[in-house]
C-alpha cells in the first residue's frame, strides 16, 4: 500500500466501516476498515468491481448516511457530528441527477440556485461561467427531457457547481455517454481542478479516466486493495503486457475467449485486430501457450495494472462462464441476411430521428450500432425489435416483414434494453417467471429454462432478492438470462454494459462470443468503443444518418483517412463524427 499524503488533506477518512442488511436478512459488508486521504485541489478516482463500495464510500463523504466505524473529516469537518456543515461546501452529483425533464434547461439552474439561496447578483455572475463551461448557452430555453445523454450530463454538472462548491463528489457521471460528451465532460473536470482549484473525487468504470487522476483508490469488496498515483498500480503489471496476432480468418474475439481460459493469462482484449493480454507472470516473446501466434511485448497502462491487483487477491479471480450448447442448434447457410434493412426512416412529428438506414446483418454475425446520445441507434433497436413501427421503408427480421409480422418475428428474438427493464420490486425468480410466460414457455420446460438461467448466470442464492437490491453486475446478467429463456436465433442488446466495470465486461463478451460461435445473432449499442472490437460489422451513425459502415478494421482505416490507421476504435469514432459534424456546419452554417 502506498503512503497516503500529508498536506492539507481536504477529505480524511480512518478504518471506516458500513454495512447493510439486505430483505432477505443477509449481512453485507459494503467498507471494512477503509482508509482515504484526499489533498486540496486534487483529481482522484475510486475504481473497482460492482458491489467494490464506491457509491458507499461517496455517500459517507457527502454525509447522506450514516457509518458504523471509524472517523472520517471533511475540510475540517466532523461529518458524523456536522453533515450539515459539509454538505453546504459540497456538491454531489448521483448516477441518476435529479434534473427535471418539463423545465428548460435555465428553469432547472433556477431551481438549484433557489436551493443554494443564490442572490441575483450572485447568478448574474455564475450562470455566465456555467453556460459557458459546459457549452449550454443556446439552448437554455430547451426542455432538459428534450436534451441528448451527454448534454444532460453537463446539465446536471453545471446545476451541482452552482453553489461554488469546494468539494465535488461525482459518482459515475460518464456511465452512458458517447466518447465525444464524454471527452467534454472531462474538459470541464479537468480544467475546474487545474483553474479553480477545486479538489474532485470521482467513481469510474473507465480506466483510462482514472489513469488521467492525480490519485486513485482501488476497491473491491468493501476493502481498500491500494491507493497512489495511477501509475503505482500500472507498475504491478510491467513486463507482462503482450499482444498477439490471431490466425489468418480467426476473429480477435476467438482468440481472446481460448487466452481467457489459460490459467496462465490474467486478461485478454481484442485491440486493433489483435489480443492484448496479461499475462500472471513476465515472459518471452516465444510463448508456447499461445500456439505459435506472434506475441509482441506492449507497454503496461492503469487497465492492465488493476487486473493484476484483482488477480493477486484470494479469491478475486472469477470463473468465466463455460460454452454451454443450445438445446436447439442454430443452422447457418451461406450468405444468409437474418436482418435486412432497407431504406429506413422513422420521423416524430417534424423530427426525423432515423434517415434512410440500409445494411443486412448475416447470420452468426456480431453487430455493432454506433454512435453519439441522440444519434437513432435506440429508435433503430426499437423498430428492429417491432417495438415501433417505421415511417418509411423495409424491415425484415427472420425472414418477416416488421410491417405485418411483428408478433411472429418477436419469437425469434431476444431484447436486454437500456436499464434493463426488470422489475424492480419482483426478486430475481419471480422476474425470470414473468419473462418465461411473456416468451411463451410453460410447463417443464419452463422450470426446467428456469433452474438454467439461475445456474448458469449463478443467481440461485439471489433468487429470492428483489431485482432493485442487486449490484449492476448481477442486473446485468439478470437482463440477460431473461432475455436467452426461450432461446432466441437473434439477441438485440441495448448498451448492455453501460456502467458495468472491466470484470462483469469480460464475462459478459465471453458469453456473446460463446453464443455467435452457435451462430445466434447479436446486435449491439454501446459506448465502449473498445467493445467494437468484439464485432464483425459496426455502423456509425449521428444525426439519424449513417456515416461509415464496415469491418472495426475498415472503419479505422476510413478515419485515418491515407494517415496511419487510428490506433483506436475511440479515436476513429472521434474523427468520423467531427469529421461529419464540421461539413455539416460548413455546408449549412
Known amino acids: 500500500m502506498n503512503a497516503e499524503p500529508a498536506s492539507d488533506p481536504i477529505i480524511l477518512g480512518k478504518d471506516l466501516l458500513k454495512s447493510f442488511r439486505r430483505d432477505t436478512g443477509e449481512a453485507v459488508t459494503a ?19 460492482d458491489g467494490a463500495g464506491k457509491t458507499t464510500l461517496i455517500r459517507l463523504i457527502a454525509g447522506l448516511m450514516p457509518f458504523d466505524g471509524g472517523r472520517l473529516t471533511v475540510m475540517g469537518f466532523d461529518v458524523a457530528r456536522e453533515p450539515q456543515q459539509v454538505q453546504d461546501r459540497i456538491a454531489y452529483m448521483p448516477q441518476r441527477f435529479g434534473l427535471y425533464d418539463d423545465l428548460s434547461v435555465q428553469e432547472n439552474l433556477n431551481l438549484y440556485a433557489d436551493l443554494h439561496g443564490l442572490t441575483a447578483a450572485e447568478r448574474a455572475t455564475r450562470y455566465p461561467e456555467l453556460l459557458e463551461m459546459t457549452g449550454l448557452g443556446s439552448f437554455t430555453g430547451r426542455l432538459a427531457g428534450k436534451l441528448s445523454g451527454g448534454m444532460k450530463q453537463k446539465l446536471g454538472l453545471a446545476c451541482t457547481l452552482v453553489g461554488s462548491p469546494v468539494l465535488l463528489l461525482l459518482d459515475e457521471p460518464t456511465a452512458g455517454v458517447d466518447p465525444l460528451s464524454r471527452r467534454e465532460l472531462w474538459e470541464i473536470i479537468t480544467r475546474l481542478v487545474r483553474d479553480q482549484n477545486l479538489t474532485v473525487l470521482t467513481s469510474t468504470s473507465y480506466l483510462d479516466e482514472a489513469e488521467r487522476c492525480d490519485y486513485a483508490f482501488v476497491l473491491r469488496e468493501g476493502k481498500l486493495l491500494a491507493s497512489g498515483p495511477p501509475r503505482e498500480v500500472t507498475k504491478r503489471a510491467a513486463g507482462r503486457t503482450f499482444e498477439a496476432q490471431p490466425a489468418a480468418r480467426e476473429a480477435a474475439r476467438s482468440l481472446q475467449s481460448r487466452l481467457l481460459g489459460d490459467p496462465a493469462i490474467i486478461d485478454a482484449v481484442p485491440e486493433a485486430g489483435r489480443v492484448r493480454l496479461v499475462r500472471a507472470g513476465p515472459a518471452g516473446t516465444a510463448d508456447p501457450l499461445l500456439g505459435g501466434h506472434a506475441v509482441v511485448p506492449v507497454p503496461a497502462r492503469f487497465e492492465d495494472g488493476f487486473m493484476v491487483l484483482l488477480s493477486q487477491q484470494a479469491g478475486a479471480n472469477r470463473k468465466l462462464p463455460a460454452a454451454r450448447p443450445l438445446d436447439r442448434a442454430i443452422v447457418s447457410r451461406s450468405g444468409e441476411a437474418v436482418i435486412q434493412v432497407r431504406d429506413l426512416v422513422r420521423r ?18 456480431i453487430f455493432g450500432l454506433l454512435g453519439p446520445n441522440g444519434a437513432g441507434k435506440t429508435t433503430t433497436f426499437r423498430m428492429l425489435c417491432g417495438l415501433l413501427s417505421a415511417t418509411a421503408g423495409t424491415l425484415r427480421v427472420a425472414g418477416l416483414d416488421l410491417r405485418n409480422a411483428r408478433a411472429s418475428a418477436r419469437q425469434h428474438i431476444g431484447y436486454v434494453a437500456q436499464k434493463f427493464s426488470l422489475y424492480s420490486q419482483l426478486s430475481v425468480i419471480e422476474n425470470l417467471d414473468f419473462f418465461a410466460s411473456a416468451y411463451g414457455l410453460r410447463g417443464p420446460r419452463k422450470r426446467d429454462r428456469i433452474d438454467l438461467a439461475l445456474q448458469e448466470f449463478e443467481l440461485t442464492r ?23 429463456l426461450h432461446e432466441p436465433e437473434i439477441l438485440f442488446l441495448d448498451e448492455p454494459t453501460s456502467g458495468a466495470d472491466p470484470l462483469a465486461r469480460r464475462e459478459f463478451w465471453q458469453r456473446i462470443t460463446n453464443l455467435a460461435e452457435q451462430n445466434v445473432t447479436v446486435i449491439v449499442t454501446t459506448h465502449f468503443m473498445e467493445e467494437a472490437e468484439y464485432c464483425d460489422q459496426i455502423t456509425i451513425l449521428d444525426a439519424g444518418r449513417m456515416l461509415a459502415e464496415g469491418t472495426p478494421a475498415t472503419v479505422r482505416a476510413q478515419a485515418a483517412s491515407g494517415k496511419p490507421v487510428a490506433t483506436t476504435m475511440e479515436d476513429a469514432f472521434i474523427a468520423i463524427v467531427e469529421k461529419a459534424r464540421a461539413h455539416v456546419s460548413a455546408t449549412f452554417g
Open 348 to 365: 416524430f412529428g417534424a423530427f426525423t430521428a432515423v434517415d434512410r438506414l440500409t445494411f443486412d446483418v448475416h447470420r452468426g454475425e
Open 462 to 484: 439471489l433468487m429470492h432478492l428483489s431485482s432493485g437490491q442487486l449490484p449492476g453486475g448481477y442486473k446485468q446478467r439478470l437482463a440477460m438470462a431473461a432475455a436467452l
Open 31 to 49: 467498507l471494512s476498515n477503509v482508509s482515504i486521504t484526499i489533498n486540496r485541489g486534487t483529481l482522484a478516482a475510486l475504481v473497482g468491481p
